[in-house]
């Protein structure tokens, strides 16, 4: 199978060095020093309980020179999604398949303008990680899966083609029947997981240990609940609190991308996580006062503070 991975940071380069191991003919688009790492040394995982080192891959920051792939594993940050979308253009025929495995659930509707309904598959990772340093992604904790769908549920030949290409990387993956609910599902962990990591500035130990700062990640993950509800997403009424064994399994060291962005002064991806509840629950009348104070009180960071 033949793979371009946009982005290829800590979702992009983990599960793409996962699929090279498995087999596929994956090609990865980066940029700067990750770049010219990748170029020189290859790529690696560190840090997991399975680490991988490929010394030779192949990464370009130039989508044009990669021909028509089958799969897109689209893995930019979001404020770059339309340019990035724009880039893929000339490695699309008609069957090629795009997932978004970036954050939130306006992520596709950001995509479909540009790549058209037929292209646009539904998908969320599962990782910890982040580019430990130019062309090495840093893992902590040992989870890692996929899911991904078609939007009209069927189980198309593109999907299936991903899936074991995914198994033969040792990716746990997973084919979702509603991927709608799937990117809900994983947007409600997210949303209480960044908001609660950012806005206090801690891991998820110490949050999850403190009585008060564990009510707040619950508070945060039910108003997503609601919100996806009253949006027509079969959310169980009770899956913010199904969640807590999920947050209780996380190494207590471990953190989101969020909170990593703010501790290195890059731009937030606020307005699609805590701010996309706000906007997102105005737009059906349901309250998300938790949120909204998470959005208040980082907006100011939103935009990076490095010059």
Sequence with gaps: MRVAVMGSGGVGGYF?????QGGADVHFIARGSHLAAMRERGLAIEGGP??????????????KTIGPVDMVMFCVKLWDTEAAARQLLPLMRPATGVISFQNGVQKDDMLRPILGDNALMGGVAYVGTSIGRPGVIAQTGSLQRLV?????????????????ACRRGGINADISDDVRRSIWEKYVSLVAMSGATTGTRKTI?????????????????????AVGRAHGVALAEDYAEQRTAFFD???????????HDLQHGRPLE??????????????????????????????????????
Excluded at 148 to 164: I, K, L, M, N, P
Excluded at 205 to 224: C, K, M, N, W, Y
Excluded at 279 to 303: C, W
């Design 16 to 20: 793409g060095a996962r699929l090279v």
């Design 50 to 63: 399975d680490p991988v080192h490929l010394p030779k891959v192949n990464a370009t920051d130039d989508p």
């Design 148 to 164: 991904f769908g078609e939007y009209d549920g069927q189980r198309s030949r593109r999907v299936e083609a991903f899936y074991e």
């Design 205 to 225: 130990g110490p949050i999850r240990s403190h009585p008060l700062t564990r009510q707040f990640l619950l508070d945060l993950a039910r108003e997503v609940v």
């Design 249 to 259: 399994s996380w190494p207590p060291e471990m953190t989101t991308s969020m909170h």
């Design 270 to 307: 606020l307005r699609w996580l805590s701010g996309g509840v706000v906007d997102l629950g105005a737009a059906v009348g349901v309250p998300t006062p938790m949120n909204r104070a998470v959005r208040d009180l980082l907006i100011l960071h939103a935009d990076g503070t490095r010059s």
